[in-house]
């Protein structure tokens, strides 16, 4: 049964850092597109960042580039999420996930397969 858990939510003042983590068991996803996602309260999921495992190609929304950096460890089966320069408008529950076939570059929530139950991030100013 394939799993996808984060962890390394939390609170965090405005300007400072977090690191997410997302380990995945049941399958090795060294072949795998990873994303990330978040969801602010009254609002849609949006996508947050994404990465190639093997080529290690990357993707991020505008809002965050430059600010956030999603990386991967293949050897541990693990993706990361690190967050700089965090913003109030940052605030939401933040998923990792993949699509179900290796292979493929998701760009869209809807070719996603396996999603974590999400950590939450909460920026105060």
């Known amino acids: 049964q394939v799993q996808l858990l984060e962890s390394g939510g939390g609170l965090v003042q405005a300007g400072g850092s977090l690191t997410l983590s997302c380990a995945a068991s049941?399958?090795?996803?060294?072949?795998?597109?990873m994303g990330w996602f978040r969801q602010a309260p009254g609002k849609e999921r949006q996508f947050v960042a994404l990465?190639?495992?093997?080529?290690?190609?990357?993707m991020y929304r505008d809002s965050v580039k430059g600010r956030f950096t999603i990386s991967r460890d293949n050897a541990k089966n693990t993706g990361y999420l690190q967050m700089n320069s965090l913003k109030r408008e940052d605030r939401a529950v933040y998923y990792c996930?993949?699509?179900?076939?290796?292979?493929?570059?998701?760009?869209?929530?809807?070719?996603?397969?396996?999603w974590g139950r999400g950590t939450q991030v909460t920026v105060f100013s």
């Open positions: 996930a993949a699509p179900m076939q290796g292979g493929t570059w998701p760009t869209r929530e809807s070719e996603y397969y396996y």
């Open positions: 049941g399958r090795t996803f060294s072949s795998y597109a």
């Open positions: 990465i190639r495992w093997s080529a290690g190609s990357t």
